[in-house]
């Protein structure tokens, strides 16, 4: 059952320095009960997505719709948000010092949250409180129950913040980098304690990370984004064996952990994330992209279905069967040239040369 | 000191450059109004033997709080150790005043974490890459600029940014402008501490491996402190688990990763996320109870014993020594009384979770 | 020191558009010149401050057009029948004269050169001396650190009055003892300010790469935190030479500054005492001029402030948007 589905998002800031378009034509969904994992690097609009559905971007130009059980959240005023966060949707921030206030105890902050939403008394809510805190494996949680948030560790401020995010059972929990300044030991116990809390409640989650291991681990379906807008959504296990789309075999190739990647050189993808002020033309990723064509300049691609795994599609002018990793740029662009007779001659721009002499992921 | 068994085979002693052994930080707690006395101590580093060898890469590996930044410092005399013998190719640096020790600091240089910090944002690219040569009196004038311009091309900088200001650059380049600071003196080793934690994946891998070409190219040692198991993996050829301020287990990296033997690399290594979700799903997470103990009071005996799923009476009384486990090679020490075998799984702490889920479940239903 | 060109292709830094994000780099001074240029308060106080630096400058050029002195008594041509002083406008005399027949906008001219000198030079001594104390205090901190930071609450809290009247009646009173008198009370504004900066620069990433490079301290002090320290330096100096002013003219109007017959505008104001309203030349000409530089640097101190600060960013976004209609 589709929880949420949202359609075309475009979400820009106008700035000093021009606009900056975050989001351009977002779209995606995700069911009860199911992880959508969303990868990007920074500069991709990954949070801003999250961030804006919450109406927590109120100084931003906002189209398209995201329905939430089949209401527009674009279309809603703060009031009707406001009873939405925290019971139905809740967000967990990427960093815990400044999510949480100073200036209040934390099981205090805790029992509010819980307060504003259900009707129980102080003294119940501050003992939920205490129970959460156990919850998320914090030892002495009678005692922590008072502790401020500058007296704990990040890792756990960050395990108070899952607390108060599980507090009132969400239907859907958004996670914006959860556990990125966390100890590998924290995170795993923080990653089995989400997990179970889906297989439990049926919660569905939306992780948004850079790190691709987080999103082996736990998602079912991943969304790549580049320069604010899909470059490649497909169900994990398609993602990461059989992936299409240039950006996503770099990033994979960049990876030491990653699978495919053979010996002892990693392979990275030349330049750097594109400014999202002046957002490449065409295809956002051609000036790094090593099978770039001049088609690739002209004209975005839209996503297309990929025939290869499950629910998968990219946005890339790539045949659609060239999927996986390992494939040689001269070998793709016969391909591509041998079913698109009558295209422009392929050339590729200047800068992208460098990246000739390596050019084979393999 | 180690007690390593020579082998049989007459293979040469490794090359030693940098040593240390049995070193000790402590950072004092102070209180008191007018006259501060100290009431506890923070004990970073507790008693750590290394040796770092000509021309490898190890890797240091562990959490939070184990004390390996703090040793990276130990290593690069930045402060005085609280005790301990530290020997840098032949020279014992131990006790060195900080003037004696900066003839030393050519031979040894750092590059840090984060890009941003630093980095001194009031100064421009040249004068940051040109300051060792400018401290030490090795080049001046335009001859320091050719050298700072030559630098920047060999970490993949434009030479004709030469005068612009950190903040013009983006994290990866700040991060190759750290590095061709610390290249500036052809130093022997270099400390990194986390290079790479702080920039986006696709950045990772061009700084790693040019970290790699600079290796081979002028024959550097490398002390990689990192805490992504799969980037120390990739880089090291020898790599040393920390723990609250000792060194648990140390070997070659295959041997690590393939035998670990300490129950905390164990559940280290089963932890860390790999991007592959076959693996991922189907690996058997050993997930430990409890946080780790502060540093100020870390507990008796062998220090991992609160959340060791092997601990047994002997390990909170006796701390164990790093030793070669029977059946391993040499250079494969564990600080372990009851090392895990062959083929052992060790029991993970899910069923606590689960437990809780559904205790927190069934107190308040929706 | 060559690298094959296929490895360093691929380990080749992004290539450098015109700076990261497509956005043109600009030095930190360039940055501050450009929004300093939007601000209109703060061109006005440059304006203002501008002309006094210039009638400073032209002050013997007017005596010598006018012909009339500043020092020298003037009774014959300067007073009217009764030996009284002359209005402005009267005689030649564009301000008027005071009561010794004297021109009084000659004695404004030499009067703004005493109080610019006065107020640079001891803001400038008080900021070399404040900066290097603090500089010292801070990023030593320790024993030195208390010392200094005890003598610095010492000196903020003196009666600057008293102290000024001891040190004349001894050494008598005379332009530098005034110069020095006032950059000694003033240092320690800048100094404390100063040792809070360095204490939390001390804690900073980049000092720790320098000390792991084997700089010494001095060097670190001065060529690695100094420089960050230059924006609110330069903020506080500018405000503080409004108060160097103010106080060479209170010192001076009790006397205890520059003596007559040169002229201050504090000691023109003293001569102004009971004077009333029928010569209020006498007064409102100082007290316009103190008030309008003693302003002109106050509001050119707050809008340096603001535009060294990346906060205010919106305003001056703002700005630049009302300029180019969208």
Same mark, same amino acid.
């Given at each position: 059952?589709?929880?949420?589905?949202?359609?075309?998002?475009?979400?820009?800031?106008?700035?000093?320095?021009?606009?900056?378009?975050?989001?351009?034509?977002?779209?995606?969904?995700?069911?009860?009960?199911?992880?959508?994992?969303?990868?990007?690097?920074?500069?991709?609009?990954?949070?801003?997505?999250?961030?804006?559905?919450?109406?927590?971007?109120?100084?931003?130009?906002?189209?398209?719709?995201?329905?939430?059980?089949?209401?527009?959240?674009?279309?809603?005023?703060?009031?009707?948000?406001?009873?939405?966060?925290?019971?139905?949707?809740?967000?967990?921030?990427?960093?815990?010092?400044?999510?949480?206030?100073?200036?209040?105890?934390?099981?205090?902050?805790?029992?509010?949250?819980?307060?504003?939403?259900? $009707?129980?008394?102080?003294?119940?809510?501050?003992?939920?409180?205490?129970?959460?805190?156990?919850?998320?494996?914090?030892?002495?949680?009678?005692?922590?129950?008072?502790?401020?948030?500058?007296?704990?560790?990040?890792?756990?401020?960050?395990?108070?913040?899952?607390?108060?995010?599980?507090?009132?059972?969400?239907?859907?929990?958004?996670?914006?980098?959860?556990?990125?300044?966390?100890?590998?030991?924290? %995170?795993?116990?923080?990653?089995?304690?989400?997990? %179970?809390?889906?297989?439990?409640?049926?919660?569905?989650?939306?992780?948004?990370?850079? $790190?691709?291991?987080?999103?082996?681990?736990?998602?079912?379906?991943?969304?790549?984004?580049?320069?604010?807008?899909?470059?490649?959504?497909? $169900?994990?296990?398609?993602?990461?064996?059989?992936?299409?789309?240039?950006?996503?075999?770099?990033?994979?190739?960049?990876?030491?952990?990653?699978?495919?990647?053979?010996?002892?050189?990693?392979?990275?993808?030349?330049?750097?994330?594109?400014?999202?002020?002046?957002?490449?033309?065409?295809?956002?990723?051609?000036?790094?992209?090593?099978?770039?064509?001049?088609?690739?300049?002209?004209? %975005?691609?839209?996503?297309?279905?990929?025939?290869?795994?499950?629910?998968?599609?990219?946005?890339?002018?790539?045949?659609?069967?060239?999927?996986?990793?390992?494939?040689?740029?001269?070998?793709?662009?016969?391909? *591509?040239?041998?079913?698109?007779?009558?295209?422009?001659?392929?050339?590729?721009?200047?800068?992208?040369?460098?990246?000739?002499?390596?050019?084979? *992921?393999? | 000191?180690?007690?390593?068994?020579?082998?049989?085979?007459?293979?040469?002693?490794?090359?030693?450059?940098?040593?240390?052994?049995?070193?000790?930080?402590?950072?004092?707690?102070?209180?008191?109004?007018?006259?501060?006395?100290?009431?506890?101590?923070?004990?970073?580093?507790?008693?750590?033997?290394?040796?770092?060898?000509?021309?490898?890469?190890?890797?240091?590996?562990?959490?939070?709080?184990?004390?390996?930044?703090?040793?990276?410092?130990?290593?690069?005399?930045?402060?005085?150790?609280?005790?301990?013998?530290?020997?840098?190719?032949?020279?014992?640096?131990?006790?060195?005043?900080?003037?004696?020790?900066?003839?030393?600091?050519?031979?040894?240089?750092?590059?840090?974490?984060?890009?941003?910090?630093?980095?001194?944002?009031?100064?421009?690219?040249?004068?940051?890459?040109?300051?060792?040569?400018?401290?030490?009196?090795?080049?001046?004038?335009?001859?320091?600029?050719?050298?700072?311009?030559?630098?920047?091309?060999?970490?993949?900088?434009?030479?004709?940014?030469?005068?612009?200001?950190?903040?013009?650059?983006?994290?990866?380049?700040?991060?190759?402008?750290?590095?061709?600071?610390?290249?500036?003196?052809?130093?022997?080793?270099?400390?990194?501490?986390?290079?790479?934690?702080?920039?986006?994946?696709?950045?990772?891998?061009?700084?790693?491996?040019?970290?790699?070409?600079?290796?081979?190219?002028?024959?550097?040692?490398?002390?990689?402190?990192?805490?992504?198991?799969?980037?120390?993996?990739?880089?090291?050829?020898?790599?040393?688990?920390?723990?609250?301020?000792?060194?648990?287990?140390?070997?070659?990296?295959?041997?690590?990763?393939?035998?670990?033997?300490?129950?905390?690399?164990?559940?280290?290594?089963?932890?860390?996320?790999?991007?592959?979700?076959?693996?991922?799903?189907?690996?058997?997470?050993?997930?430990?109870?409890?946080?780790?103990?502060?540093?100020?009071?870390?507990?008796?005996?062998?220090?991992?014993?609160?959340?060791?799923?092997?601990?047994?009476?002997?390990?909170?009384?006796?701390?164990?020594?790093?030793?070669?486990?029977?059946?391993?090679?040499?250079?494969?020490?564990?600080?372990?009384?009851?090392?895990?075998?062959?083929?052992?799984?060790?029991?993970?702490?899910?069923?606590?979770?689960?437990? +809780?889920?559904?205790?927190?479940? +069934?107190?308040?239903?929706? | 020191? @060559?690298?094959?060109?296929?490895?360093?292709?691929?380990?080749?830094?992004?290539?450098?558009?015109?700076?990261?994000?497509?956005?043109?780099?600009?030095? /930190?001074?360039?940055?501050?010149?450009?929004?300093?240029?939007?601000?209109?308060?703060?061109?006005?106080?440059?304006?203002?401050?501008? !002309?006094?630096?210039?009638?400073?400058?032209? &002050?013997?050029? #007017?005596?010598?057009?006018?012909?009339?002195?500043?020092?020298?008594?003037?009774?014959?041509?300067?007073?009217?029948?009764?030996?009284?002083?002359?209005?402005?406008?009267?005689?030649?005399?564009?301000?008027?004269?005071?009561?010794?027949?004297?021109? #009084?906008?000659?004695?404004?001219?030499?009067?703004?050169?005493? @109080?610019?000198?006065?107020?640079?030079?001891?803001?400038?001594?008080?900021?070399?001396?404040?900066?290097?104390?603090?500089?010292?205090?801070?990023?030593?901190?320790?024993?030195?650190?208390? #010392?200094?930071?005890?003598?610095?609450?010492?000196?903020?809290?003196? /009666?600057?009055?008293?102290?000024? #009247?001891?040190?004349?009646?001894?050494?008598?009173?005379?332009?530098?003892?005034?110069?020095?008198?006032?950059?000694?009370?003033?240092?320690?504004?800048?100094?404390?300010?100063?040792?809070?900066?360095?204490?939390?620069?001390?804690?900073?990433?980049?000092?720790?790469?320098?000390?792991?490079?084997?700089?010494?301290?001095?060097?670190?002090?001065?060529?690695?935190?100094?420089?960050?320290?230059?924006?609110?330096?330069?903020?506080? &100096?500018?405000?503080?030479? /409004?108060?160097?002013?103010?106080?060479?003219?209170?010192?001076?109007?009790?006397?205890?500054?520059?003596? /007559?017959?040169?002229?201050?505008?504090?000691?023109?104001?003293?001569?102004?005492?009971?004077?009333? !309203?029928?010569?209020?030349?006498?007064?409102?000409?100082?007290?316009?001029?103190?008030?309008?530089?003693?302003?002109? !640097?106050?509001?050119?101190?707050?809008?340096?402030?603001?535009?060294?600060?990346?906060?205010?960013?919106?305003?001056?976004?703002?700005?630049?948007?009302?300029?180019?209609?969208?």
């Amino acid at each position: 059952m589709t929880l949420l589905a949202v359609e075309n998002l475009t979400v820009s800031f106008p700035t000093s320095d021009g606009v900056v378009q975050a989001n351009r034509g977002l779209s995606f969904s995700v069911d009860a009960g199911k992880t959508l994992g969303v990868v990007g690097e920074s500069g991709s609009g990954k949070s801003v997505s999250a961030l804006t559905m919450l109406g927590l971007n109120p100084g931003a130009d906002i189209t398209g719709s995201a329905l939430f059980n089949g209401r527009d959240l674009l279309k809603m005023n703060q009031h009707e948000l406001r009873a939405i966060r925290g019971a139905e949707i809740a967000m967990i921030f990427q960093d815990p010092l400044s999510s949480l206030h100073p200036h209040f105890r934390v099981g205090w902050q805790i029992s509010e949250a819980i307060r504003a939403h259900s $009707d129980v008394t102080k003294g119940e809510a501050m003992s939920q409180a205490v129970e959460l805190l156990r919850l998320v494996n914090i030892p002495q949680p009678e005692q922590r129950v008072r502790a401020y948030p500058h007296e704990m560790s990040g890792g756990m401020r960050q395990r108070v913040m899952i607390a108060m995010a599980l507090a009132l059972k969400p239907k859907l929990l958004i996670a914006d980098e959860p556990t990125t300044a966390l100890d590998a030991t924290v %995170q795993a116990q923080l990653m089995e304690l989400l997990m %179970q809390m889906q297989r439990e409640v049926g919660m569905a989650m939306i992780v948004i990370t850079h $790190d691709l291991g987080v999103i082996a681990s736990i998602a079912d379906e991943v969304l790549v984004m580049y320069a604010g807008r899909v470059a490649e959504r497909a $169900d994990a296990r398609t993602l990461y064996f059989t992936p299409h789309h240039p950006y996503t075999r770099g990033l994979l190739a960049s990876v030491p952990s990653a699978t495919g990647v053979t010996g002892s050189r990693l392979l990275p993808i030349v330049g750097a994330p594109p400014s999202l002020i002046n957002v490449p033309s065409g295809c956002g990723f051609h000036p790094r992209c090593p099978f770039s064509m001049e088609m690739c300049i002209d004209e %975005q691609p839209g996503l297309e279905a990929i025939p290869v795994g499950a629910d998968h599609s990219s946005a890339c002018w790539l045949p659609p069967e060239m999927t996986g990793i390992g494939i040689a740029v001269d070998t793709a662009r016969q391909r *591509y040239a041998s079913t698109h007779r009558g295209a422009r001659s392929q050339k590729l721009p200047g800068v992208v040369a460098a990246a000739e002499s390596t050019a084979v *992921y393999a | 000191m180690l007690d390593v068994v020579p082998t049989p085979t007459s293979a040469p002693a490794p090359d030693v450059l940098l040593r240390a052994e049995e070193i000790v930080k402590h950072f004092p707690i102070k209180e008191g109004i007018f006259f501060k006395h100290e009431v506890g101590s923070v004990k970073a580093v507790d008693g750590v033997t290394l040796e770092v060898r000509r021309g490898e890469t190890l890797g240091l590996v562990g959490e939070t709080g184990c004390g390996k930044s703090t040793l990276a410092r130990c290593v690069m005399r930045l402060f005085p150790l609280t005790s301990g013998r530290l020997t840098f190719d032949g020279a014992d640096l131990s006790t060195l005043s900080r003037s004696k020790m900066r003839p030393y600091r050519r031979g040894m240089q750092m590059i840090f974490q984060d890009p941003y910090g630093s980095l001194n944002s009031r100064r421009r690219v040249g004068s940051i890459i040109g300051d060792p040569l400018a401290i030490h009196h090795m080049a001046d004038g335009a001859e320091r600029k050719r050298k700072v311009q030559g630098l920047m091309e060999v970490v993949g900088l434009n030479p004709e940014h030469y005068n612009r200001f950190p903040a013009e650059f983006s994290g990866g380049q700040r991060q190759r402008i750290g590095v061709a600071r610390a290249l500036a003196l052809n130093p022997k080793l270099i400390v990194c501490d986390e290079p790479v934690s702080a920039l986006d994946v696709s950045i990772q891998a061009q700084i790693l491996n040019l970290l790699e070409d600079l290796q081979s190219e002028f024959g550097l040692t490398y002390l990689f402190i990192a805490h992504n198991l799969a980037v120390v993996q990739h880089v090291s050829d020898r790599v040393a688990v920390m723990y609250l301020g000792k060194v648990v287990e140390v070997a070659d990296v295959k041997d690590l990763y393939a035998t670990p033997r300490h129950p905390y690399t164990n559940a280290l290594l089963s932890a860390s996320v790999v991007a592959d979700p076959d693996k991922a799903r189907s690996r058997d997470r050993i997930i430990l109870s409890g946080d780790v103990p502060s540093p100020i009071n870390p507990p008796s005996g062998c220090r991992f014993h609160t959340r060791c799923p092997k601990a047994q009476a002997l390990c909170s009384t006796e701390e164990p020594k790093l030793k070669s486990a029977t059946g391993d090679a040499a250079s494969h020490l564990t600080a372990c009384h009851f090392p895990v075998a062959d083929g052992e799984k060790l029991a993970s702490d899910k069923a606590t979770i689960l437990q +809780a889920v559904e205790g927190f479940l +069934a107190e308040a239903p929706t | 020191m @060559s690298l094959s060109t296929v490895q360093v292709a691929s380990n080749q830094a992004p290539p450098q558009e015109p700076a990261v994000g497509g956005i043109e780099g600009r030095s /930190p001074l360039r940055l501050v010149l450009a929004r300093l240029r939007t601000d209109r308060v703060a061109l006005a106080s440059v304006a203002v401050i501008v !002309f006094v630096v210039a009638l400073a400058f032209v &002050a013997p050029l #007017i005596e010598s057009i006018t012909g009339h002195s500043a020092t020298i008594t003037n009774v014959d041509t300067g007073t009217d029948a009764n030996g009284q002083p002359l209005p402005p406008g009267t005689g030649g005399f564009i301000l008027g004269t005071d009561n010794l027949g004297r021109d #009084i906008l000659v004695r404004i001219a030499y009067g703004a050169r005493i @109080s610019l000198l006065v107020g640079v030079l001891a803001t400038a001594i008080a900021t070399i001396v404040g900066v290097v104390v603090g500089l010292f205090a801070g990023y030593f901190g320790g024993w030195l650190d208390s #010392i200094l930071a005890r003598i610095m609450d010492v000196v903020l809290s003196f /009666p600057y009055v008293l102290f000024a #009247i001891v040190l004349v009646s001894v050494f008598g009173s005379s332009l530098p003892l005034t110069i020095l008198v006032i950059a000694f009370f003033s240092f320690a504004a800048i100094g404390r300010i100063v040792r809070g900066q360095a204490l939390s620069q001390r804690e900073k990433e980049y000092v720790e790469a320098a000390q792991s490079l084997g700089a010494g301290n001095l060097r670190i002090m001065f060529v690695d935190i100094l420089p960050n320290l230059v924006a609110p330096v330069i903020v506080l &100096a500018t405000l503080l030479i /409004p108060s160097a002013i103010i106080f060479e003219a209170t010192l001076s109007f009790l006397g205890l500054g520059v003596q /007559p017959p040169t002229a201050s505008w504090g000691n023109m104001l003293s001569d102004a005492e009971g004077v009333g !309203f029928q010569a209020w030349w006498f007064y409102i000409f100082p007290m316009l001029f103190l008030l309008a530089t003693t302003l002109a !640097f106050n509001l050119l101190g707050d809008a340096v402030r603001d535009a060294l600060d990346p906060r205010t960013e919106r305003i001056f976004a703002g700005r630049r948007k009302k300029k180019k209609p969208a």
